[in-house]
């Protein structure tokens, strides 16, 4: 894969032919891809399909064995303090000392960077305020995550690392922290986000890139990869008196019928489903367990990866 | 400057954790005076002077150099050994390596609380034995004291990193450190008299890390006139500090090794 950048500048990430083995193993194999500036990138694939690896090079904590990595226009394994100064990381899992309280371990981070963000705007951006003087060993899994994702943006980052950064939470602190990335977007940091949640990808990021054992299987925005699934599926339930037969000739619809269920793929959803539905109207049927059902991200993954997410 | 308030930070930090700490306070502190209450109710009444390097000094004394120098053991190679350990292996470390933190300032902030700390030990073990057992210490022992305090934090803290490589959980940490300390101590003229110990054994302690500095300790306490400050703590405990920085640092890493 040949990626040709109009702007490199527009570009916080630039990932060109990376490859990383441990002994026999090939963990990231030819990979290439671009972040640009301002966008949520993210970076999908199961355990093991080498998203951390790839991560963890581009944080500077392993080095490629080919390839030309540029984060900020700077390769980094060079990356100093000035380059640190303008990233943030959350990484797949760190602990804490649970004898602070969230302010205490927030504010020892702020110090590090030149320009941090203040602790009170930080927890607030994470949802910790009302635990701001809180010990961490008192706090859920959940919450420690989020003490995590402060200290990763507490100091203004440009560009956010994010390993998994949503794994053990419950479904509406999940939609929060969809809700903090989208607010951080908005304010111009860049973000390359690891997740095995296809939901996540699908909702939050601008391009999506789908690795599978080390090599990027497939790579868009969440549309087009979408569009690569193919087309919408159409199904309901087969009751008695329903003929199948007529219903087909009649709306030019071909179903596939298995048990109690039929279900057919729709080339041209909208002129095939007027149809039908014109059709049903005037013979007045009923349609029992009516859906229409577009691919999601999980098809498009289980396509490219032949397994399920 | 930045490196400076930075270090001050970190000490700061660890410091609050000390203070919340129901281990640290109760080995660190509590447990020196203890044992210092302990040997003197058991051994005082018997003995009134035990000699040491040639020098009869008092019971008191005996057990206030050596214990104070043992809880400076206790507190800094296993402070650092297990704060080392358990922060690498948590993950913490690696977090502060992808900061613009500068690489020293973690080791230099817990080497100055480790430092702090050691130095409140010494106060308050000078502080029982002057007001609980009328133990009287020429001046320069002062001087003597401080000083010997920042050897022994500086030793024993290259000590404890040195071997951080090779102990890879804080559980480990934190049995290997005190096994150490308290083996050492045994023959090392802290718990028991020298004079109880025997010519090859004796001998042999004043090669490692403890004997020199205890008995230096002892010396200042409880001898008058000189400076108080003797060589010889210095070239020993220098020689295995040295040699312990120069390891750990050929061997020093910031990634947990246990995943």
Redesign the interface.
């Known amino acids: 894969m040949l990626h040709v950048a109009e702007d490199s500048m527009a570009n916080v990430i630039e990932v060109a032919g990376l490859t990383k083995r441990f002994g026999s193993l090939t963990a990231v194999d030819d990979v290439s891809f671009s972040v640009e500036r301002g966008a949520i990138f993210g970076l999908l694939g199961k355990n093991g399909a080498g998203k951390t690896t790839t991560v963890e090079i581009l944080e500077g904590y392993q080095s490629p064995d080919q390839g030309r990595v540029q984060v900020l226009g700077v390769d980094p394994k060079k990356g100093g303090g000035a380059w640190k100064d303008r990233i943030g990381l959350v990484l797949q899992d760190s602990d804490f000392d649970p004898l602070h309280t969230v302010t205490e371990t927030v504010k020892l981070f702020a110090g590090f960077f030149s320009h941090p963000r203040s602790v009170a705007e930080t927890l607030e951006l994470v949802g910790l305020s009302d635990k701001a003087s809180t010990r961490i060993g008192r706090l859920s899994g959940g919450q420690r995550r989020r003490v995590d994702v402060a200290l990763g943006i507490i100091g203004s980052p440009e560009l956010l690392f994010l390993d998994e950064p949503t794994t053990g939470f419950d479904p509406s602190a999940r939609r929060e922290f969809w809700t903090m990335l989208e607010g951080l977007r908005s304010a111009g940091t860049s973000i390359l986000l690891t997740t095995h949640y296809m939901e996540e990808a699908q909702h939050l990021c601008d391009r999506i890139a789908i690795l599978a054992a080390g090599r990027i299987v497939a790579e868009g925005t969440s549309t087009s990869l979408i569009a690569l699934a193919g087309a919408t599926t159409l199904r309901f339930s087969v009751v008695d008196g329903l003929d199948v037969g007529t219903l087909s000739r009649e709306a030019g619809i071909e179903f596939n019928v298995q048990g109690e269920v039929a279900s057919a793929t729709l080339a041209n959803a909208q002129a095939e489903l007027l149809r039908l539905l014109q059709y049903v109207e005037r013979a007045g049927i009923e349609l029992v367990d009516f859906e229409v059902v577009r691919p999601t991200l999980d098809d498009v993954f289980l396509d490219v990866t032949g397994d399920p997410a | 400057m930045r490196f400076i308030?930075?270090t001050l930070?970190?000490a700061e930090?660890d410091l609050?954790?000390y203070m919340?700490?129901a281990r640290t306070v109760i080995f660190g502190v509590l447990m020196p005076v203890g044992f210092l209450a302990l040997f003197n109710s058991v051994f005082g009444g018997k003995f009134k002077t035990i000699p040491v390097d040639g020098h009869n000094i008092s019971t008191i004394a005996f057990y206030t150099g050596g214990l104070t120098t043992y809880g400076v053991m206790l507190g800094t190679f296993t402070g650092i050994l297990v704060a080392i350990v358990g922060a690498r292996e948590?993950?913490?470390l690696?977090?502060f390596?992808?900061?613009?933190?500068?690489a020293g300032v973690f080791l230099a902030g817990e080497i100055l609380y480790l430092f702090v700390t050691s130095l409140a030990l010494n106060i308050v073990m000078i502080a029982v034995s002057i007001f609980g057992y009328h133990l009287s210490l020429p001046a320069h022992a002062y001087v003597a004291i401080f000083c010997y305090t920042v050897l022994g934090v500086f030793s024993f803290s290259a000590m404890g990193l040195a071997l951080t490589r090779v102990i890879t959980t804080s559980e480990m940490a934190g049995s290997v450190g005190p096994f150490t300390v308290v083996i050492l101590s045994f023959v090392s003229g802290v718990f028991l008299a020298p004079n109880l110990l025997p010519q090859w054994l004796l001998n042999f302690s004043t090669y490692l890390p403890l004997e020199p500095i205890v008995s230096g300790m002892q010396h200042a306490i409880a001898l008058p006139g000189g400076s108080g400050l003797e060589l010889r703590p210095f070239i020993v405990l220098g020689i295995w500090g040295v040699v312990s920085f120069v390891i750990a640092q050929m061997n020093f890493t910031w990634?947990p090794q246990r995943r």
Do not use: H, I
């Open positions: 308030r930075l930070r970190q930090y609050v954790a919340r700490s948590a993950g913490w690696k977090r390596r992808g900061t613009p933190m500068p990634e």
